[in-house]
């Protein structure tokens, strides 16, 4: 075994981990604090990671606008919707490619790993799916990114695994091709389902450039969209919001760190808990890659 | 497997031996309907959205009209092409482009590989694990929020960092209006953002190293540093290069929405990429068939950088893609 002594790798290395923590948590941990700090106390810079004159007059006011409301709804729909088009199609096509016996599986493998290397890129693509009258709608949110490559090969290699006597058993019992996948492959891959639900989910919820390409309503923009506009773009929201504080520029500050918390909240909340299966998810990819 | 297939063949054709005689056409079609009905909404898929807009790059020979369409609009040849490599934008552009992946690929490559090492190295399994999830957190994070972050941070008036150096007496900086800046910090943001993530990968392949080869390099009275050196880095080596020759392909494919999300015209000169410059000229400009041929362009250089990184690591390593 390894000696237990501390020596001079271990220090480094623990300290450098270290390092690697605070830099990461670090970022989060201020937003918070000074979303949560009273003006006084933003404008004088002294904030780090723990709130000074606790209030939550910011939050009060990014939920008061009707427009994160909107953006709110829109993005659970896009994402909602998306995952579950994304799945259905992700998994029946993974199943069918996973099938040693169908007919044309090389060719049909062939012309989707040809899409990892090369596309039509951004402008073909816009003309397609404005041709398809799908700009400006949920279906251009949803259906373009509908399939991502990696994890329709992602979701062919846990097909893969799973025995063919099984498969055999249904065929006996009288199930067909599509029997078997909806009460044998289903059931027995929630995991995988919700590994590549997540993923895709993900991918939605944070997703900016399908909606800046394909949307052109306010009243359709997710929160990603919404966020820009509001943080980088600076326009800074309504007219109600800009008008409080006496340095506009720095409450501006903590009001975007509010508006950045209120979103991300949903996705810092729920990774801990869904975190081992990206993981699991991941790994597949990697070992098989 | 294919026993049992053959047996299951064999199944088949007793039940079904008063159709022995219909021809192999319609005995494939008998056998696979199923399996292609379920395959078809995929393969619609790939046709509609990947396939089309392949077939839509001709509008790149083409004076695309909106209104005409497609088809009917006039063959221009080479046109756009030569307008852009006639254009003093094109050397500015693809340095800008291949520099950002270059920095993303000299920096940004060995930072995971650096981390999954020392993870590796660590006794105590829970602190590992915290390394880990705190680690892969900003992967989740949108693009928009890390560059709205790195913006905010970055702040010549109020911003995190900026109150830091004031500190030490440096004097506000306006890193985001410096173009000689810009290639650092996007290179920071993205090992921040990725470099948990994508040390999964080498861990993974760390797990299949064979442990006796730690217990010899043990009695060998190797160091860490040495273990790390001979028995550590050729165990995850196949993995490294897989990961190197994808991300060389990748160098001229940075991630468009990052790039755009913190870029500015202040700094256009560093900041500015192929894909922000296609986004500008086609979609908010309406010059399709000029943005269209600017990424053609681009992507067939992408398709060599990958297929030479292939090559050589066959040639050299005997490892590769295909």
Known sequence: MRSPKISLFNVVSTIFLLVVVVITLYPFLHMLAVSLSSDVNVIKNNISFWPKGFNVNMYELVLGDPKIWTAYKNTIIYTVLGTLISLVVTSTGAYALSRRDMALRKSFTMLIVITMFFSGGMIPTFLVVRSLDMVDTVWGMVLPGAVSTWNLILMRTFFSGIPKELEESGRIDGLNDIGIFMRIIVPLSKASFATIALFYAVGMWNNFIYPLLYLRTPDLFPLQVLLRNLVLAGSASSGDVTGIGGDNQVVEESLKYATIMVSTLPILTVYPFVQKYFVKGAMIGAVKG | ?322
């Open chain 2, 1 to 322: 497997m294919a026993q049992t297939s053959a047996v299951q063949d064999n199944m088949r054709k007793e039940v079904k031996a008063p159709y022995r005689r219909q021809g192999r056409l319609v005995r494939t079609w008998n056998h696979n309907k199923a399996l292609w009905l379920l395959f078809l909404p995929c393969l619609l898929y790939y046709l509609i959205f990947r396939y089309a807009p392949m077939f839509g790059l001709v509008i790149t020979f083409k004076d695309y009209n909106l209104f005409k369409g497609i088809w009917a609009s006039d063959w221009v040849g080479l046109k756009y092409y030569r307008m852009f490599f006639e254009n003093p934008d094109f050397w500015p552009l693809m340095k800008n482009t291949f520099l950002l992946g270059l920095y993303k690929l000299v920096f940004g490559f060995p930072a995971p590989i650096i981390l999954a090492i020392l993870l590796n190295e660590v006794r105590k399994a829970a602190f590992k694990k915290f390394v880990q999830t705190v680690s892969y957190l900003p992967h989740f994070i949108s693009n928009v929020i890390v560059a709205s972050m790195v913006i905010m941070f970055l702040s010549p008036t109020g911003g995190l960092i900026n109150n830091l150096l004031g500190t030490f007496g440096i004097g506000p900086i306006n890193f985001m209006n410096e173009p000689g800046m810009f290639r650092g910090i996007y290179v920071l943001s993205e090992i921040w953002q990725h470099i948990g993530w994508e040390t999964i990968i080498y861990l993974a392949a760390l797990t299949a190293i064979d442990p006796q080869l730690y217990e010899a390099a043990d009695m060998d009275g190797a160091s860490r540093m040495r273990k790390i050196w001979h028995v550590t880095l050729p165990g995850i080596s196949p993995a490294i290069v897989i990961t190197l020759i994808l991300n060389i392909g990748k160098v001229l494919e940075i991630g468009f929405e990052k790039v755009f999300l913190m870029q500015n015209p202040a700094i256009y000169d560093t900041a500015d990429i192929i894909s922000t410059y296609v986004y500008r000229v086609g979609m908010e400009q309406g010059n399709f068939s000029y943005g269209a041929s600017i990424d053609l362009f681009m992507g067939i250089i992408s398709l060599i950088f990958i297929y030479s990184a292939n090559y050589i690591s066959r040639r050299v390593s005997e490892t590769s893609l295909w």
